[in-house]
């Protein structure tokens, strides 16, 4: 074994999760050796990678960033390159580049019970080297979804379109579309932000959906962290502004759900003030589904609304046919002429990196396991997860399952441990099972779901989507709770 390439930690990513993560490593676990692997040629993460235009946080900055560093640029839905520059700053200011190594795609991980480590395999992306890579604990911050294409459907005559087919995961940066007509298939978080961003230089833009979304405007600015920071020093307005947008977002997800008829009622009418009355509301912006069964899209200071009010955009509620030479068929009869066609359509979900899981010789299938606290897996030893939350900001939950794995870490070096190992207790066996995830209809989740860990009925064998449990359970739950199995 190269002695060079052995860490007691070894965090694998360096997008938000992975750079918070080794914060906390450093400050909390110190005395833990540890590296990054990234396997793409910078940090980042999903803001390195998507390059489209307007690209930016669907999630205020004063709760998607982190805990210890305070979010002080004016606006609190940031672009993505303000994003960069803000985890450029977190890694310089603490020394973390000099923990990441990138290029090195980490492809399968072995755990072995007889020496308490995992063996990873690695590609040096630039030379091809095929490594070693050795830790007692292995923390997965890759991310959610595939990064090696995002989710395009089948659609009927693409191949006879004479224009461009673009995914916003592999946006073109040579992509000219001044002047050219336009149509964004799609109806999320990435469609919502493509059209304003595009509507001032193409002729036409058309925001075709097969169905609506909720659809919430905000300041991009935000007036109570502006507040704040006119009293306090920048890290008190900071957590405070942290805590006020912590507690709406809890609030209105758990009205969303107590009270979703009236909810729907003011997020409709609000839309209504926006466009006017002569808009067809009722078509193109009232889902069928409850709020918060799906991920609302935030619209920074009514962007999108203006684009639709000045007629610089549209948009179109129907599904298509067929793709044609110049466009696209509806099945309504209309054809929407294109030069360019988005296809702002999702991503294609997986599991720990689309890495091969390997424990004692024998194969790991993550759906036959058990999640525990919604960061580690029954049976499999020495293993962290980092997911975020769908109903709120995701390092949120990062942050938290930090702080956990620190507890754990530091535990073990008290208690000479070299293994934890989530197991299931005898009241465990019969838990009835649920879904990773509940409540929550998105395509791109339930496309996912029957390859992702199952949850009980009770804790810790619970993937909560509720900040303020999730702080109860990481930060005040013993951490030898009689499920997490120690062993020497």
């Given amino acids: 074994m190269d002695i060079g390439n052995h860490f007691d930690v070894i965090v694998v990513g360096a997008g938000i999760s992975g750079i918070g993560a080794a914060?906390?490593?450093?400050?909390?676990?110190?005395?833990?050796?540890?590296?990054?692997?990234?396997?793409?040629?910078?940090?980042?993460?999903?803001?390195?990678?998507?390059?489209?235009?307007?690209?930016?946080?669907?999630?205020?900055?004063?709760?998607?960033?982190?805990?210890?560093?305070?979010?002080?640029?004016?606006?609190?839905?940031?672009?993505?390159?303000?994003?960069?520059?803000?985890?450029?700053?977190?890694?310089?200011?603490?020394?973390?580049?000099?923990?990441?190594?990138?290029?090195?795609?980490?492809?399968?991980?072995?755990?072995?019970?007889?020496?308490?480590?995992?063996?990873?395999?690695?590609?040096?992306?630039?030379?091809?080297?095929?490594?070693?890579?050795?830790?007692?604990?292995?923390?997965?911050?890759?991310?959610?979804?595939?990064?090696?294409?995002?989710?395009?459907?089948?659609?009927?005559?693409?191949?006879?379109?004479?224009?461009?087919?673009?995914?916003?995961?592999?946006?073109?940066?040579?992509?000219?579309?001044?002047?050219?007509?336009?149509?964004?298939?799609?109806?999320?978080?990435?469609?919502?932000?493509?059209?304003?961003?595009?509507?001032?230089?193409?002729?036409?833009?058309?925001?075709?959906?097969?169905?609506?979304?909720?659809?919430?405007?905000?300041?991009?600015?935000?007036?109570?962290?502006?507040?704040?920071?006119?009293?306090?020093?920048?890290?008190?307005?900071?957590?405070?502004?942290?805590?006020e947008n912590t507690t709406k977002q809890q609030e209105l997800y758990k009205l969303c759900r107590e009270a979703p008829e009236g909810v729907k009622s003011v997020l409709i009418d609000a839309v209504r003030a926006e466009l006017g009355a002569d808009f067809d509301v009722d078509k193109h912006f009232t889902p069928t589904y409850k709020p918060w069964d799906q991920r609302m899209c935030l619209v920074p200071d009514s962007d999108l609304f203006v684009a639709l009010r000045s007629n610089k955009a549209k948009v179109v509620t129907d599904t298509i046919k067929t793709f044609t030479e110049t466009g696209i068929q509806l099945d309504s009869g209309e054809h929407l002429e294109a030069d360019i066609v988005v296809t702002a359509t999702g991503l294609n979900l997986c599991t720990l990196g689309e890495m091969e899981f390997v424990v004692d010789s024998q194969p790991v299938d993550f759906a036959k396991t058990w999640t525990y606290k919604g960061f580690a897996f029954s049976g499999i030893p020495n293993l962290a997860s980092s997911w975020g939350y769908i109903n709120a900001s995701w390092t949120l939950r990062a942050d938290l399952t930090c702080e956990y794995v620190c507890r754990l870490l530091h535990h073990m070096r008290k208690t000479k441990t070299k293994a934890c190992t989530p197991t299931l207790r005898n009241e465990d066996q019969d838990m009835p099972q649920r879904n990773w995830l509940e409540d929550f209809s998105s395509g791109y989740m339930k496309r996912m779901m029957h390859k992702m860990p199952r949850q009980g009925d009770h804790e810790p064998w619970i993937n909560p989507q509720n900040y303020e449990l999730d702080k109860k359970m990481f930060r005040k739950s013993p951490v030898d709770d009689g499920v997490m199995q120690f062993t020497k």
């Avoid at 210890?68 to 603490?94: C, H, M, Q, V």
């Fill in 23 to 243: 914060y906390h490593l450093q400050t909390m676990s110190p005395k833990s050796s540890y590296q990054i692997l990234e396997g793409r040629a910078d940090f980042g993460g999903t803001w390195d990678l998507f390059r489209y235009p307007g690209i930016r946080s669907d999630s205020d900055m004063h709760t998607l960033g982190y805990r210890f560093k305070p979010w002080t640029a004016d606006k609190s839905i940031a672009d993505g390159p303000r994003i960069l520059d803000y985890l450029r700053e977190t890694i310089t200011e603490n020394s973390i580049d000099k923990k990441i190594r990138y290029n090195q795609q980490v492809t399968k991980a072995q755990w072995s019970s007889e020496d308490s480590r995992w063996s990873l395999t690695v590609t040096d992306k630039v030379s091809d080297e095929v490594k070693t890579f050795t830790c007692g604990y292995l923390f997965m911050c890759s991310g959610y979804y595939s990064y090696k294409q995002g989710f395009t459907p089948e659609f009927a005559g693409v191949e006879k379109f004479r224009g461009k087919v673009v995914h916003p995961q592999q946006w073109p940066q040579d992509l000219d579309y001044k002047n050219k007509r336009v149509v964004v298939i799609g109806s999320g978080a990435t469609a919502m932000t493509l059209v304003p961003a595009m509507a001032n230089d193409v002729a036409q833009i058309t925001l075709l959906q097969r169905s609506p979304t909720y659809v919430i405007s905000r300041p991009s600015v935000d007036p109570f962290a502006k507040r704040m920071r006119r009293i306090w020093p920048k890290k008190i307005a900071y957590a405070l502004t942290r805590v």
